[in-house]
């Protein structure tokens, strides 16, 4: 199994910045691609950035040149640093591994961005 452990989240202004964090622990060397999904109050949960085994990112247009996915190999850490924050950006985020075998979530972080 693999455990997921987020922190970083809260409350700032348009025009601000965040990093989140993705502690793993577990099986972590079976996991291949992590993520980070949001899912604002009233939507589903989207794909937000990715990142592979091998180090390709993927990212949501809406967060394209805003938002930064990276990894600290050394640390079992993902993380997600977040700038120019929009009040849209508002939001549970959730950390994602993807195993040959199962998903694994975390238990979410909340990201609160005001007007």
């Known amino acids: 199994q693999v455990q997921l452990v987020e922190s970083g989240g809260g409350l700032v202004q348009a025009g601000g910045s965040l990093r989140l964090s993705c502690a793993a622990s577990?099986?972590?060397?079976?996991?291949?691609?992590m993520g980070w999904y949001r899912q604002a109050p009233g939507k589903q949960r989207e794909l937000v950035a990715g990142?592979?085994?091998?180090?390709?990112?993927n990212y949501a247009e809406a967060v394209k040149g805003r938002f930064t996915i990276t990894r600290d190999n050394a640390k079992n850490t993902v993380y997600l640093q977040m700038n120019s924050l929009k009040p849209e950006d508002t939001g549970v985020y959730y950390c994602?591994?993807?195993?040959?075998?199962?998903?694994?979530w975390g238990q979410g972080t909340q990201v609160t961005v005001s007007s």
């Open positions: 994602n591994a993807v195993l040959k075998i199962a998903t694994y």
């Open positions: 577990g099986i972590i060397g079976s996991i291949n691609d």
């Open positions: 990142l592979t085994r091998g180090g390709s990112t």
